[in-house]
């Protein structure tokens, strides 16, 4: 008989004799459920699922400070790995149907015996238990697309019909990628990793687990080839939902699989044309992540003052190799001129594409010719045999391998000062809006172009809490600073550090120094209220 999965649950609910109840007279483990953790309020369970990123959190919907929905908003951008069991009131159903697309596994009714919620529970296990063997063992579904969506993101088309996007659309659409060929979407490529350890761990099922989870959020395309899941993301309102759906895939894929989760991300491709460049950029971000943990990387944006290579030269470069091989002479020589203006003043992106054209023509050459009629076609065109014939053997191999470790080490310090750099501005957001109520993991995280959850355990790595904790810390050090030096009301204290219920700042003030504002004030030495 299979193990029954254990998964973890926090309860939250403002009715002290109904949580006390629920926590003690459950039999969470006979169940398949471990109680990890009890909040009294919607303040205390966001604290909780951040801490312990539980697998269930089981709430009433209406609770001080922090509503249901409101709960279940937060958990989602934090967590979307957690699902939510909601328990009230039968008044508050229309209410909780704002909340269906916040990972609301069932809604429970009030009053409900134990007996009752003991056998809601195991439904609710089973139903979790069955979500997370989908993707442990997922089927193979039908792919028609796959003769579209695999040569698209990793061959490089050489002939101009297959680029037509008119061309594409239409197979699109008998794919089922696309709905129509005029429809307006937007691409994306994702390349994935399963790695254990040093261990590559993808396998061609896998794929299929990708799109159980990227398909709640997009039309997703998945297959498996040279160790990645390669994935084509199509959407036609925006990706804005994708921090999210990464997330939940990086949880997933580390709670049901228990392996290491890398996800490359390409930069958006608004046609089927350019996919195949956006394959490559996925990939080559996975290349460059840092072996041995999970996470998300996107294509960066390129540096102040850097001009981007247009994307059609960069379509070009991809297809160089082919045409090299196959073009006519007038095609070609017309694209190089392209290459080479685009090129403009910029001195190192001329360099650049020096080497990538000589590059791709010592390719064709090696491949196609002897060494004796290669040799003699670099010498017809002025090309040494050795671009570096003035420098010797070792100095060469010395020379090129600092400027490789340099490079290394340039762009390791860069992605390194990026994460602090984002905490730097995630804790300016703090000191700067913190008088604002509104102001919260997901605002900062959104302004930042970064998700909820990546924000946040990189403000527990480098900044040394959670972003919810150092909120409240400056919130509480300047409501102590405003109660001790002046004679404010304690409701317009409250207010000037983010909170319009006085309740709520009085709840966080003592649950932070152990004591209430007016027990400050008359045991600190603060001045008194204004009458």
Known sequence: MEEKRIYTVVVADDETELREAVCQMVRWEEIGFRLVGSAGNGLDAIQLVEQL???????????????????????????????????SGYDDFEYAQQAIAYNVIRYL???????????ALGEIHQKMEQADRSLSEPGRGPADWLALVAPLLLDEFTEEQELDGAALAEEA???????????????????????SGEENRTAAETARAVDLILEKY?????????????????????????????DELVQAVGRVLELQCRVGVSRPADSLARCHGACREAVDLLRTAPAGESGVYHAPALPEGRTPLPEEIGEVLDRLDGMIRSAGRGELEGQLVRIF?????????????????????????????PAEQAAEA??????????FSGIPERELQRRVTDLCLTARDLIANQRKEGVSLLCDKAMEAINRSYMDEGLSLGTVSEELHVSPNYLSANMKKYAGDTFINLLIKKRMEVAQELLTTTSLKILEVARRCGYSDQHYFSYCFKKYYGLSPAQLRRGGGGKEERP
């Not at 009714?109 to 056998?119: R, S």
């Open 53 to 87: 990123q539980p697998d269930l959190l089981l709430t009433d919907i209406r609770m001080p400070f922090i509503s249901g929905v409101e709960l279940a908003r937060q958990v989602r951008e934090l967590r979307p790995c957690t699902q939510i069991a909601f328990l």
């Open 109 to 119: 009714l009030k009053p409900i015996g134990m007996v009752e919620l003991t056998e």
């Open 173 to 195: 659409v008998r794919a089922g990628i696309l709905a129509e060929p005029s429809e307006a979407v937007q691409f994306t490529v994702l390349a994935t990793e399963l790695r």
């Open 218 to 246: 997009f039309r997703s395309r998945s297959f498996c080839a040279g160790g990645r899941v390669l994935t084509l993301l199509v959407t036609d309102r925006d990706f804005s939902d994708l921090p999210i759906a990464l």
């Open 341 to 369: 203006a685009a090129c403009g003043e910029d001195g190192s992106l001329r360099d650049l594409m020096v080497l990538q054209l000589l590059a791709a023509s010592f390719r064709a050459l090696h491949a196609a010719l």
């Open 378 to 387: 670099r010498r017809r065109c002025r090309i040494p045999d050795s671009l």
